[in-house]
């Protein structure tokens, strides 16, 4: 990178608390086993945990979160729509489970997310009388959410996914036609990070998103940032969506990727990692919820169990993606898979419904598989 101004003043702003935030968490967080024991020196290691986990008391599962794992993200419960649902109305219970379950067990507490374009009702974005709303009434209910959740977890939750994808799918060199976009433009951006900034200076905050190692989102994403941090905006980090394919995208990409946020002076957190084992549904690898497919037997192959030559392949996979955040491990902070086991991981239903799928670490029944013993081998 090169040292102009801008870099010097940014590296020695962000570094100390990118440094402080994992430092704290991994010395706070240490397991007598599992994954988390043996990365202790690396980096933390997540998962995230789903409302039903919470809910209905999974103790399978929840044991499985203590003894593997020292970060925990929310998956669903502290969304928009789900912990918001109305604009007086708030749902804690799944939430405040999932703060008081790290808190208990001294495991680094990842929120997610504040603003983010999907899962999020639509009258946030209409006035009265059902036009969109003015920039001033979005910014007002922009604040109101982030200061109630924030300020309610202040102090027991270390780091937020404050903004969620902001780059179109239509090349990935522009802003998304978000309703955010089209109401306060750019401004919505870095007035979330103001805003969590304010309402808990302590908490290191991220920009998170999917296909980060496209060279035509990297272009368009270091100039989003690099205009936000010259405008002061406090970013400390980026959350590398990690929903892999078995043969796709290549470790040099990946590579590339986590280089290229690094440079900038920003922490590096691969937040959501799956491989996906089952044929693609569609060209390119995303994450746009709102995207499905019919059901069809070919998008299915394995309605009974994972074929020992697929499950080989996983382990292989698992293990070239973890040799590579280890070799970057000054850089990352934080591995988190989106799941913990296959019996809960989303890529069941999305983007086809019901489909069998093998993305994690464990089985579904909480038993390790053979790419967990790959990842696990390459430190023990």
């Known amino acids: 990178m090169k040292m102009n101004r801008r870099n010097f003043v940014l590296a020695a702003s962000l570094a100390p608390l990118s440094a402080c935030v ?13 994954l988390a024991e043996a990365y202790r020196d690396k980096f933390l290691v997540g998962a995230a945990v789903s409302t039903d986990t919470l809910m209905n008391s999974d103790v399978a599962d929840q044991q499985l979160l203590k003894s593997e794992f020292n970060s925990i993200t ?4 502290q969304k928009w729509e789900e912990i918001h649902p109305e604009l007086d109305r708030w749902n804690w219970e799944a939430s405040d489970r999932f703060v008081k379950f790290g808190i208990e067990n001294k495991q680094h507490v990842l929120g997610h997310t504040l603003v ?3 899962q999020i009702p639509e009258h946030v974005f209409r006035d009265s009388d059902q036009n969109l ?14 200061n109630t959740l924030v300020d309610r977890y202040k102090g027991k939750i270390d780091t937020w996914d404050v903004v969620n994808e902001i780059v179109s799918d239509d090349g990935y060199d522009k802003w998304r036609e978000s309703d955010w976009y089209k109401i306060m433009g750019p401004e919505f951006f870095y007035h979330a990070f103001k805003t969590a900034h304010a309402a808990d200076p302590k908490a290191e905050l991220l920009y998170n998103d999917y296909n980060m190692h496209y060279k035509s989102k990297q272009v368009f994403l270091k100039r989003a940032l690099s205009e936000a941090l010259d405008r002061g905006v406090p970013i400390h980090g980026v959350g590398l969506q990690a929903h892999y394919m078995l043969g796709e995208p290549s470790i040099e990409e990946i590579e590339r990727a986590i280089e290229v946020y690094a440079e900038m002076g920003l922490s590096v957190h691969i937040t959501e990692l799956d491989v996906d084992v089952l044929p693609a549904a569609f060209e390119y690898m995303g994450a746009e919820i709102s995207t499905s497919f019919e059901y069809s037997d070919e998008l299915n192959p394995y309605p009974n169990g994972l074929p020992e030559a697929v499950a080989e392949e996983l382990a292989t996979r698992y293990a070239e993606l973890f040799k590579l955040f280890i070799k970057h491990k000054d850089s990352i902070s934080r591995v988190t898979t989106w799941g913990t086991t296959d019996a809960n991981s989303w ?3 999305w983007p086809v419904k019901g489909r069998t799928n093998y993305p994690l670490l464990f089985d579904r029944s909480g038993n390790p598989k053979k790419a967990y013993h790959s990842v696990l081998g390459l430190v023990s």
């Open 22 to 34: 994992k430092t704290q968490a991994i010395s706070s967080a240490v397991k007598s086993s599992g």
């Open 74 to 77: 929310a998956e669903n419960c």
């Open 116 to 118: 983010w374009h999907s």
């Open 133 to 146: 709303a003015s920039p001033g009434l979005l910014k007002s209910r922009m604040e109101n959410h982030i």
């Open 347 to 349: 890529k069941n239903n």
